[in-house]
């Protein structure tokens, strides 16, 4: 069976009674907006807070649970982008971020803490030296610089349908229409965001993931141009896209066999995945890793881990890796008791364990009802892809209809379970808080939707 078998007139009308369900709900969140929206463009901090149907304002959350202003209260499976896998107030890092905050909130100046987080990322992603940042786009924005600076070129290689942060060096083709992706051989660097200059798009070159030999074509398309190639390693924006055997090695070996280096954008994957991320998951050490959301326990995080030979520029002095929050004592406190105290080995043990109920329930509705669709995932990690063909790269999810999507996020949502935005298939996300029961909930919601799609 393929999408398109998804009685998509059936589908509308189950939207339809789904957002009728949900609109009283969210009585007070869609007045506050309004009240935001008088001196906050759009009445949103981030235009990815604005998923359809309407913003959803939090009130807080605790565990595995958040409430919303009009009081509803969920299983959090969205977890802020999946920075939570902490789970919400956890009382370690309640404790870290308040002692930190009686002894000072910022003063641009390292602390003591930077040791012990750096010999605990190296422990796990296996590179030596690290920097700090704010966000996953600082930690992308100087891994690419860092790639130019080592290797004096300019381009960069990106994949297709992968999120690698708002700056103007990497925000293109990220979720392009399908009618302006261009050729396979050839992908069109599309721009995700407008204003964003020409000058900057002729520096990027796409190619679909899960694909050597196009990668290799996009080498000796530019020989000597390309400073180094950026990837998920698991991509995390399209539903979860695995890396295929020998994918990522191939990818490390193309680019040194063109003096190019390769940086894996972690920012999902680390912390999440296993307790060395991808790079423990997939055997693989890149030249440049990119960390953020999880890390920091919920805090603006970001780090920049890589090589004394890569780092030489930074370390004298002949490039600034500057930041002024950088290493704030706030995110440091959180980073220190989330990586040491709360996402210890045995985390991982219990990932596996919620992933597997998850897995399993899910794919057992998926074979009751016959579903074209299936359930795909690692760690904390995974997703349900409505394709019943295995998505290798953006271009096999850019033909799935959104609105089957939308409604499982409605069923979800009206019934007590927050998921991240479905408009790109987003994944869900499990805390140290999750419990099977919690699973369960999900399971038993996504069967009432398999239910009605397919009755
Ligand atoms: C893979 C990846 N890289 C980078 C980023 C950017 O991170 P931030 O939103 O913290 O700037 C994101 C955000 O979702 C991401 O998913």
Known sequence: MATTEFDLGKIDELIASEEATLEPKHRESIAYREVANRHVAGGVASSWQDSPPHAIFIDRGQGSRIWDIDGNEYIDFHLGYGAMVVGHAHPLIVEAIKRAAERGTHFAQPTKDLDVIGENLSDRFKVPLWRFANSGTEATLEAIRLMRANTGRDMIVKIEGSYHGHHDSIMFSVAPNRSEIGPREHPVTVPQAMGTPQAFADLVRVVPFNDLAEAKRAFEENPGKIAGLIVEPAMMNAGVILPEPGYLQGLKDLCHANGALLAFDEVKTGGTLTYGGAVEA????????????????????????????????VIRGDYDMAGTFNGNPLTMAASRATLIDVLTPDVYEHFNRIDKVMKDGLSSVVEKYEMPCYVTGLGAKGSVIYSEQPVREYRDAVGIDERISYLAWLFQQNRGVFKSPWTKQETWTLSVAHTEDDAQRYIANFEEFAAAVTS
């Open 282 to 313: 997939f055997g693989v050490v890149p030249d440049v890793i990119c960390l953020a959301k999880a890390i920091g326990g919920g805090t603006p995080c970001g780090a920049i881990g890589s090589t004394e030979e890569l780092y030489g520029p």
